[in-house]
Structure formats: structure tokens, C-alpha cells
T-cell receptor, first 113, second 115 residues
Framework: EDKVVQSPLSLVVHEGDTVTLNCSYE??????LLWYKQEKKAPTFLFML????IEKKSGRLSSILDKKELFSILNITATQTGDSAVYLC?????????????FGKGTKLSVIP | KAGVTQTPRYLIKTRGQQVTLSCSPI?????VSWYQQTPGQGLQFLFE???????NKGNFPGRFSGRQFSNSRSEMNVSTLELGDSALYLC??????????????FGNGTRLTVT
């Protein structure tokens, strides 16, 4: 059974701190790993990672994938209250052309002023 | 470009009833997926449609069904509702092609409450 595990489940930090969110996976037919941010309703797309060792960056957020050790991290530097959200890690598994994501339970990040 | 649109936003139904949820994907996207989100189980895959064909189905009972129309809009139906079906139902769309694969873009969801 495909499995995606995120840690920690929740995290409280002060504004300006740097945080690292973890995602490990055990899946067959790995295709890509995606990070989403969910504040109220719709998860919004952050990164898609397919190759090991290549860091993706967007402003204060960055992410990297290690396909040998089967994990990914999401870093957020200089956190702001607007970063408070649930961060979801998902793995795409390939098969017969269909598109299916297996999600972790998420990390709830709270940034306090 | 308009995002993924789901209607209705909220629904309250009674056990035993059935419900239909609607999803309009991003223009040009041909793949539509449905996910159920609950506090205990997180986001779980229901099914995916591409060009009016169901390509994949998650581990849900047959009471959960869906379809896709020629304009890529999709509906999902849940029959004989149970209390445990209370959840946020999220629809997501993507281009659906295999290379390069575009990420899933989610709608705001339909919050279903079964009493």
C-alpha cells in the first residue's frame, strides 16, 4: 500500500523563524512529489519535484527531493503570519496513464507574531 | 484564467438521501479528479476522469460514482448517504497529458454534512 508520512504533524513558530517540514514516502511507481498549501479550502500548488537533488525555490520557500532515501523537505525562511496553513505533501504514482495523488496527513504550521 | 469551480459550496443532507456535486475544470484541462477530505483520513482519492472515461478509481464503495461530460465538466454522485460521508469534497483538474505532467489545481470544495 502506498504511504506518505509527514512530520511534524503540527508546529508553532515565531515570525522570522525558519522551518523545515518533512515528507517521507513508500510507493510503487513513483512519478513526482508535490507540495500544497491549504489555508481554508482549496489546496494551492507550491512545488512539483521529479528529480533528486534539484532544489526548487519560490521566494522564501524551497524544496528538495531525495529519491534514494525517499523523502522531501520544504523549507520556509523568515516566516510570516501569512504562512500559517496546513502544508500537504503528495506523491503521484503512475499507472495506465491515470493521475492519482497519495497525500500525507499534512503539517499544520502556526506562525505567531 | 478562471480556476476550478465547484458547486454547491455547502450541502446538508439526511442519511439515506443521495447527492450530486458539480465541478468545472480550468479551461483546456481534460483531466478531472475527485478527493474526499476528512479530519481523520486526510485527502483520499476517489476517481479520475479523462475525456469522459474513468481512468482510475480509489478504494471507495460503489455508492460513490461520477461522470465527465464532453466539455470536461464533471459530476460526482453519492447515493444512500451515511453519516461517515460528511466531508469536504475537492475536485481538481490538470491537463491530463503524461509529458509534461501539469500539477493538480484544486477547487474550493463542497462541504457535505450528513445528519
Amino acid at each position: 500500500e502506498d504511504k506518505v508520512v509527514q512530520s511534524p504533524l503540527s508546529l508553532v513558530v515565531h515570525e522570522g523563524d525558519t522551518v523545515t517540514l518533512n515528507c517521507s514516502y513508500e510507493v510503487t511507481n513513483f512519478r513526482s512529489l508535490l507540495w500544497y498549501k491549504q489555508e481554508k479550502k482549496a489546496p494551492t500548488f507550491l512545488f512539483m519535484l521529479t528529480s533528486s537533488g534539484i532544489e526548487k525555490k519560490s521566494g522564501r520557500l524551497s524544496s528538495i527531493l531525495d529519491k534514494k532515501e525517499l523523502f522531501s523537505i520544504l523549507n520556509i525562511t523568515a516566516t510570516q503570519t501569512g504562512d500559517s496553513a496546513v502544508y500537504l505533501c503528495a506523491v503521484e504514482v503512475s499507472g495506465a496513464g491515470s493521475y492519482q495523488l497519495t497525500f500525507g496527513k499534512g503539517t499544520k504550521l502556526s506562525v505567531i507574531p | 484564467k478562471a480556476g476550478v469551480t465547484q458547486t454547491p459550496r455547502y450541502l446538508i443532507k439526511t442519511r439515506g438521501q443521495q447527492v450530486t456535486l458539480s465541478c468545472s475544470p480550468i479551461s483546456g484541462h481534460r483531466s478531472v479528479s475527485w478527493y474526499q477530505q476528512t479530519p481523520g483520513q486526510g485527502l483520499q482519492f476517489l476517481f479520475e476522469y479523462f475525456s469522459e472515461t474513468q481512468r482510475n478509481k480509489g478504494n471507495f464503495p460503489g455508492r460513490f460514482s461520477g461522470r465527465q461530460f464532453s466539455n470536461s465538466r464533471s459530476e460526482m454522485n453519492v447515493s444512500t448517504l451515511e453519516l461517515g460521508d460528511s466531508a469536504l469534497y475537492l475536485c481538481a483538474s490538470s491537463s491530463g497529458s503524461t509529458a509534461p505532467r501539469s500539477p493538480l489545481h484544486f477547487g474550493n470544495g463542497t462541504r457535505l454534512t450528513v445528519t
